[in-house]
């Protein structure tokens, strides 16, 4: 929790130098706050550009939105999510552990996961959001999932279906429905004939 608390009030200082000199380009925010966030909180170095980079993202959100300049700063929650890049997290599958950067070094714990999870774990890439939630840590796990390859099938037929056309296949012919129509009006009367029978039948018992 320590680590948590300590990156999002790390945050906010930085909101407020951005905010004070409006500066909310990431590289520009990073001169100005790199070293002084360091020091002031205790984060490594990967934690203090993770929270640069938050900073600078939410302004750039806000910027999206706004008008005008900005003019209001940018807060945020002490357990709010914070960002681990692939540099300050890593996973052991087999043990169902990971290592993750804290304000005191690495620390390798255990983690819980179901086991469809556990197989895209497997494709692990980019940032993981870490967050507190009723009591317990969370992992909001970036994967890259390669893509399946493509089954070639023989002897397929697509078939649209529609309303001027009754049927199109992927052949290109095409079926406008006249025959249906045609077989519908030959078997009209026997369905009346049939209908009149049943009339006549239910009332009888």
């Known amino acids: 929790m320590e680590t948590l608390t300590a990156m999002n009030l790390a945050c906010n200082q930085i909101s407020a130098v951005a905010f004070d000199n409006q500066c909310f ?9 790199y070293y002084a966030i360091r020091e002031d909180f205790g984060l490594k170095s990967q934690m203090t550009i993770r929270a640069i980079g938050k900073v600078a993202d939410a302004y750039k959100v806000k910027a999206k939105k706004a008008t005008g300049p900005i003019d209001t700063q940018g807060t ?6 914070v960002a681990f890049d692939c540099r300050m997290i890593s996973f052991a599958l087999s043990s169902d552990s990971l290592s993750i950067l804290t304000l005191e070094g690495r620390q390798v714990m255990k983690f819980e996961v179901g086991d469809n999870a556990r197989n895209l774990l497997a494709f692990q890439k980019g940032e993981s959001d870490l967050f507190f939630r009723n009591g317990h840590f969370f992992l909001n796990v970036s994967c890259d999932i390669p893509e399946p390859e493509l089954i070639v099938h023989e002897n397929v037929i697509g078939v649209d279906l529609g309303i001027n056309q009754l049927a199109t296949l992927s052949t290109g012919e095409s079926f406008d429905g006249q025959q249906t129509e045609k077989v519908h009006k030959k078997n009209k009367p026997k369905e009346l004939v049939f209908k009149k029978r049943r009339r006549v039948l239910q009332k009888e018992n």
């Open 25 to 33: 380009n990431r590289i520009r925010l990073h001169k100005l706050t």
């Open 76 to 81: 945020f929650r002490l357990k709010g999510a």
